[in-house]
């Protein structure tokens, strides 16, 4: 069966400091890959997807990039957070249906 | 532009009732439709998708009707039970990505 993981689960950085969040994907090969990002009580926003290794499309510009080294894992990197980039980060894949998985997602939170 | 919203952002239904939960989009150029369910603190977990050429599915205790004719669409939980509460999501689907609407609470009531 098909396993998504995130981590960390959870994350409190300064302003300014550097951000690496990790997803990797379990039982599937070549997935979509995708990175979302929800503030507190509203709905998710998607930053970037992929459909392979090393293409990344991004939707909406901002302070962050992806990067997808391998098949199955996609990673959300910044070299400067901003403290709007606080909120809840979720990675999630599909393979042939339209159907996204996700997983547990990542509370990053910007001081 | 393309949206999808929801009307209520809380529901608070007692225990053994039905809920429905509604949905209202904008871009009728969208393959399928999707509800989702998301407790505190996880991830999204799929509950039921309808295609657009479609009017009706069913599931376990979940319904999803799809009027075309006013881009609305709503999922309805029979029995609701406490378990059922949580922030429900419509989402539309075009070319593999996901638009999400902002979310209904639901909350159940024993």
């Known amino acids: 069966s098909q396993t998504i993981h995130q981590w960390p689960a959870t994350l409190v950085q300064p302003v300014g400091s550097p951000l690496s969040l990790e997803c990797t994907v379990e039982g599937t090969s070549n997935p979509n890959l995708y990175w979302y990002r929800q503030a507190a009580g509203r709905g998710l926003q998607l930053l970037f997807y992929s459909v392979g290794i090393g293409q990344i499309s991004s939707e909406v510009p901002q302070n962050l990039s992806a990067s997808r080294p391998q098949d199955r894992q996609f990673i959300l990197s910044s070299k400067k957070l901003l403290l709007s980039d606080s909120g809840f980060y979720l990675c999630a894949w599909s393979g042939t249906s339209v159907e996204q998985f996700f997983g547990p997602g990542t509370r990053l939170t910007v001081l | 532009g393309e949206s999808v919203g929801l009307h209520l952002p809380t529901l608070s239904v007692q225990e053994g009732d039905n809920s429905i939960i509604n949905c209202a989009y904008s871009n009728s150029a969208s393959d399928y439709f999707i509800w989702y369910k998301q407790e505190s603190g996880k991830g999204p977990q799929f509950i039921i998708d309808?295609?657009?050429?479609?009017d009706k599915r069913q599931g376990q205790r979940v319904t999803v009707l799809l009027n075309k004719t006013v881009k609305h669409l709503s999922l309805q939980i029979a029995a609701t039970q406490p378990g059922d509460s949580a922030v429900y999501f419509c989402?539309?689907?075009?070319?593999?990505?996901?638009?999400f609407g902002t979310g209904t609470r639901l909350q159940v009531t024993l």
């Open positions: 309808i295609r657009s050429n479609m």
């Open positions: 989402a539309e689907t075009r070319a593999s990505k996901l638009t």
